[in-house]
């Protein structure tokens, strides 16, 4: 399954997810009993408990998983964000082909660049859900080292190849297709066009787009204000190759593709994270089995959900919070009086899914003790692979509330006209992108680290 297939995907199960009864009621009306998180909190904080070594094989798995992360950032060029929620160096974003340190394009390899990192993400995320689709037991699937196969992200320009995005929309074509869909499959038929004949794999390309249209571009020579050109069709071909690619990754969310791909290229074990285009789908894993919702014979998740403003942070978890903010503002009393993870398990527990619709998740890679931080990376965060430090609760190394001040604040301290140029309403998170509705810490579980 390949890109596109991937991105239809995403948009159905982010669709599947609407608003919420309250998790008491709901448990009454359906005979569940009310949830009881006490055991798993104890199993969050013995795990997390500083004083408990961790295995050999947990600390080379949280290795590969830091150093894929980190490796990200870097070929990314991404942004720096501080402990203010404040960006402190802007860096490289989605589409960028050059160094934002250089502005060149050849200050980077190739395969550097941010559009063809993105690209590789899905290649990735495309590659585990050929690998396990139709498939029962995950514990079985293996797939092949990131370095083993081919990638656009690797090719040289005129090698440029598209097919993972053309056969994904030819998987599709039985599917609901949205227009935006059918309009880039016109664009990348078009553009194998040029030049000469192409014969098209599937005769409904044909009928349907193109009928017995010949190539509309041989070329040769144009002339342009009284003078000639000459036409390097290859050329022209690969820079709208590029083009067609860069304007679809910029149009769809790739934070879950990052982190599934970081798992990826870490060896996680196919079964022990659920690498999927929306995050919903390893937060639910985790949920299930957290909550004793899994099946006795399921493969066990590498992670475990805990609430995040109770359990200390350690390298290699996740920290994840939800960007529905009309579901939070819903439910602000219920989660100033047990907070957020609370009202999300129990809704969970009862109804099998996430109350709410869309969210994200950064890896911890670094826990700094004695200044009371961690720093994360995550994907897509203001279209860059983003490092964050961010406040940790000195009392137990958990999560701060306190994540520094919010859009109001900031310009009340900056003086009247600042302040009038900052609307009434406007999310905190605008203005400090520490500020979100983070409800859990998915906490890697070192006895389930298995080498890979």
């Keep these: 399954m390949a890109f596109a297939r991937v ?20 448990a009454t009306a359906t005979g569940k009993k009310a949830l009881d998180l006490k055991p798993l909190q104890q199993q969050c904080k013995a795990e997390a408990n500083p004083r408990k070594a961790r295995p050999g094989p947990a600390l080379d798995q949280v290795k590969r998983i830091v150093n894929a992360a980190e490796t990200e950032f870097r070929l990314f060029d991404g942004h720096i ?27 980077r390899k190739l395969a550097d660049v941010p559009w063809r990192r993105v690209a590789r993400y899905w290649e990735l995320l495309a590659r585990y859900q050929e690998a396990t689709a139709g498939k029962r037991d995950l514990s079985k699937v293996k797939i092949a080292p990131d370095s083993a196969i081919p990638s656009i992200a690797v090719s040289p320009p005129q090698e440029l190849s598209i097919d993972w995005i053309v056969k994904g929309f030819a998987n599709e074509l039985d599917q609901p297709s949205t227009s935006q869909d059918i309009l880039l499959l016109l664009l990348v038929r078009s553009i194998e066009r040029l030049g000469g004949e192409v014969e098209l794999a599937d005769p409904r390309f044909k009928k349907e787009f193109f009928g017995n249209a010949k190539p509309f571009l041989k070329g040769g020579n144009i002339e342009h204000d009284g003078k000639a050109f000459k036409v390097d069709i290859g050329k022209l071909r690969e820079a709208l190759k590029e083009a067609v690619v860069r304007a679809a990754l910029s ?40 909550l004793g919702l899994l ?14 403003y109770s359990t200390r942070a350690r390298v290699g978890d996740l920290v994840c919070y939800t960007r529905d903010p009309d579901y939070v503002a819903t439910n602000k009393t219920a989660i100033a009086a047990n907070g957020l993870f609370d009202l999300v ?77 900052v609307p009434e309403g406007v999310p905190d998170s605008k203005c400090n992108l520490n500020m979100q509705s983070w409800f859990t810490l998915l906490q890697h579980v070192d006895a389930r680290a298995i080498a890979n």
Excluded at 400 to 408: A, F, L, M
């Design 251 to 290: 149009d769809v969310p790739w934070s879950a593709a990052f982190i599934s791909g970081v798992m990826q290229m870490a060896g996680v074990p196919v079964a022990a994270f659920a690498q999927d285009a929306s995050h919903i789908a390893y937060i639910s894993q985790s949920l299930r089995d957290s």
């Design 295 to 308: 099946k006795e014979d399921a493969d066990r998740p590498l992670y475990r959900a805990c609430d995040i």
């Design 7 to 26: 991105v239809i995907a995403a948009s159905l199960v982010l669709s599947g997810f609407g608003g919420q009864a309250s998790a008491q009621t709901a």
């Design 345 to 421: 398990a129990k809704s969970f527990h009862t109804d099998g899914k996430l109350p709410f619709r869309i969210t994200h998740c950064d890896v911890v890679v670094a826990v700094e003790e004695s200044a009371a931080k961690i720093i994360t990376i995550g994907g897509n965060v203001n279209q860059a692979v983003s490092r964050r430090r961010m406040n940790t609760n000195p009392s137990n190394g958990a999560l701060s509330r306190n994540q520094g001040v919010g859009c109001r604040a900031s310009a009340e301290r900056a003086g009247p006209q600042q302040r009038d140029l």
């Design 81 to 107: 964000i501080d402990h203010t929620g404040r960006i402190i160096k802007f860096g490289s974003v989605e589409v960028e082909s050059a160094s934002v340190a250089t502005e060149r394009a050849d200050s």
